[in-house]
């Protein structure tokens, strides 16, 4: 069984998935089979691939363009004369949709992770690499860029709570215009807004192709949380089987890099470029949330916190580490690993400092609740007020004081 990830939205995605609400429910499994070779008879074996049925390029339960990461998965499961069945399963929820279906028996691996044991490791192990997914420069042909010092009095669309939006976040001389997707960086590209969008490199040569007949060219970059080596991530208890996929991958890399071109990944050797921002949630990294916390909560909504609210003093270091953990998985790709945020208005570490006594029932209403017209999902049918209590206690580690305030 096979998982395509969206991810790689890198993974992240999005940062795969491509999606601007950043809300979308986890939808109900559906599967279908579709046989990939002669093999298929009832005493075979399917893989299973878990797939986004909506994150193109990687995936889609459209069988006249099912995606780059689905057709790997095609070509794996012919090798392996092994028929391929698929379960469609949104990605947006980062790590939880690695617990949800390969660590939870649903699948046997997932294609698109990235190539790291510090992710989610020793539980999950890894294949070789299968492809490198990349941010990206994208201008008219004629711009040349080799380098962000070249950007230089350009307008740059740049995704919003990206590393590119950290690594442009201090150069005054380059003039941002924060976008929420790829499709709308190339969009401001496509309007003359902006002379060049820094975007998830997979999706802009996916629209470049599909949308705007190749016009543009797209120049991958490489640096800390610019780019990531993807591979098939496999529960620790599989190892026969990733095993037998590695054993195949050798005689399949002609084919995956043509698979690639096919749906416009670009290939071209990347440029160097120094960041000083985390990776994105690596199944979404190619769109982010604008997530933002209101001004202060209602009457109504601090009543109701008070029946859940636990003292932070009563917060253990086991409170502590499990909310860290489930921030950095769900909430790290907008507001930073570890809270790190360079975006004066969702920097966590400034909860007290902006919002004093009324933090906790800020924090409350918002995960609760949400805030829908700026992306950021309501958490309360997701985690549970536990979870949300840890990470509030996690956060509560890392307030800044008025002194060391950005």
Same mark, same amino acid.
């Given at each position: ?38 093999? &298929? ?22 069988? #006249? ?21 698929? =379960? ?37 192990? @890894? ?18 860029? =080799? #380098? ?39 969009? !401001?590209? &496509? ?6 969008? @820094? ?8 629209? =470049? +192709? ?18 990531? &080596?993807? !591979? ?6 599989? +190892? ?6 590695? !054993? ?55 009543? !109701? ?36 945020? #360079? ?57 800044? #004081? ?5």
């Amino acid at each position: 069984m096979l998982v395509i990830s969206g991810e790689f939205r890198g993974l992240c995605t999005n940062h795969g998935v491509r999606r601007l609400s950043g809300f979308l429910a986890m939808v109900a499994i559906l599967a279908w089979v579709e046989p990939t070779s002669a093999a &298929d008879t009832s005493d075979v074996k399917p893989l299973r691939l878990c797939a986004d049925p909506a994150n193109l390029p990687y995936s889609s339960d459209d069988a #006249s363009k099912p995606g780059f990461y689905l057709e790997v998965g095609q070509v794996i499961g012919k090798a392996l004369g092994r028929p391929v069945a698929y =379960n469609w399963y949104k990605t947006y929820f980062g790590k939880r949709t690695v617990r949800v279906t390969l660590l939870g028996g649903q699948c046997d691996a997932m294609i698109g992770l990235p190539l790291s044991d510090d992710f989610m490791g020793p539980a999950v192990i @890894f294949s070789r690499r299968i492809s490198t997914q990349t941010y990206a420069l994208v201008a008219a042909k004629e711009k040349a860029i =080799n #380098s962000v010092e070249d950007l230089r009095g350009s307008r740059v669309a740049v995704q919003y709570q990206t590393a590119p939006q950290n690594l442009l976040a201090l150069r005054d001389d380059i003039e941002k215009v924060s976008v929420l997707s790829p499709e709308e960086g190339m969009k !401001a590209l &496509d309007l003359g807004t902006a002379d060049v969008a @820094f975007v998830w490199g997979p999706v802009a040569g996916w629209l =470049n +192709k599909t949308q705007y007949e190749n016009r543009y060219k797209i120049q991958t970059v490489e640096g800390e949380g610019l780019s990531w &080596d993807a !591979a098939i991530g496999f529960s620790k208890t599989s +190892k026969e089987l990733r095993d037998q996929v590695d !054993a195949v991958l050798p005689g399949l890399e002609q084919t995956i890099v043509d698979l690639a071109t096919k749906y416009g990944l670009p290939n071209d050797p990347p440029i160097a470029v120094h960041a000083f921002a985390t990776a994105p949630n690596p199944l979404t990294p190619q769109k982010a949330a604008t997530a933002d916390l209101p001004t202060a909560p209602s009457p109504s909504a601090i009543v !109701a916190i008070a029946s859940t609210e636990r003292a932070p003093d009563a917060a253990s270091s086991a409170n502590v580490d499990a909310g860290k953990e489930v921030f950095n998985a769900t909430c790290g790709h907008c507001h930073g690993i570890d809270a790190v945020q #360079s975006e004066r208005r969702i920097d966590l570490r400034r909860l007290q400092l902006r919002y004093g006594e009324n933090a906790r029932a800020t924090f409350w209403t918002t995960v609760h609740e949400g805030r829908l017209s700026k992306g950021m999902p309501a958490w309360k049918e997701v985690l549970t007020d536990d979870a949300l209590n840890d990470i509030y206690a996690f956060l509560l580690t890392l307030q800044t #004081s008025a002194g060391t305030a950005n």
